[in-house]
């Protein structure tokens, strides 16, 4: 990661594009925060380096358990990000514990980083936690941001996640999406909460259609048989 990452950040720092201040991270897998000490030793160490810091390090924000990290948030805790950009720490236990979305709003526009929470489309695995936590991370904790947030998970999966809900259910959000997934390469950012209310089979676990295609009724028993679906998928 520090190998493609590092030289890029050195060369938007020199030219005074970027100013970095610190890194952010959603959990601790190594896809995310494997980086983190490498990059902190490699930019402290780079001779007439523009980079303005404070106490002489690089924080580094995230789950107690991403590396290097040097402060991790409380649930719904505020952090300052750059001039005049807002944000919130949202505990989103199940993929790992650690696990954390970042809400930010800059003026008007809303943004929410999902990590491996919450995708387009889908959710991810519950490596460390239950239905019960992906429920309440989904359908309580993001669910209750503003509809026009615009969602940034942390991987590209949103073909392979349609592919699965349209074997679930076909509605036109769901078409619309699987349409868009195949004639744009990327969709982080393109779709917002309300959308993924709408298209996204993990979240709509109330709705007597996802019901009918698990054979559950409760909420989080739709949940866990929809992963179970999805993970056995082909």
């Known amino acids: 990661m520090r190998a493609r990452v590092a030289p890029v950040l050195r060369s938007q720092i020199d030219a005074g594009t970027i100013n970095l201040k610190g890194i952010i991270n959603t959990h601790h897998h190594w896809d995310h925060a494997g980086g983190n000490s ?19 390090g690089l924080p580094v924000l995230g789950g107690k358990d991403c590396e290097a990290v040097t402060k991790t948030p409380q649930d719904g805790e505020s ?20 696990s954390i979305c970042w809400f930010l709003e800059d003026g008007d526009e809303r943004v929410v980083f999902t990590g491996d929470t ?10 460390e936690g239950t239905a019960e936590e992906m429920h309440v ?11 026009d947030t615009k969602v940034f998970p942390g991987h590209e999966y949103t073909k392979a996640n349609m592919k699965f809900a349209v074997s679930v259910s076909e509605t036109d959000p769901i078409k619309k999406v699987v349409d ?10 393109k779709f917002n909460i309300g959308d993924e209310k709408l298209h996204n089979v ?13 054979g559950k009724t409760e909420p989080v028993d739709v ?11 082909k």
């Open 38 to 56: 490498k990059m902190v030793w490699f930019l402290l160490r780079q001779p007439n380096l523009k980079l303005k810091l404070f106490g002489g």
């Open 79 to 98: 952090v300052s990000i750059g001039q005049g950009i807002k944000g919130k720490a949202l505990y989103t236990p199940c993929h790992t514990q650690d």
């Open 118 to 127: 919450l995708f387009i489309g889908g959710c991810g695995r519950f490596f």
């Open 137 to 147: 991370a989904l359908n309580k904790t993001l669910a209750a941001l503003p509809d």
């Open 180 to 189: 868009f997934a195949e004639n744009n390469r990327e969709t982080q950012g």
């Open 202 to 214: 993990f979240m709509r676990v109330q709705d007597s259609e996802i019901q009918r295609a698990t």
């Open 223 to 233: 949940m866990g048989a929809l992963r179970e679906m999805k993970n056995n998928f």
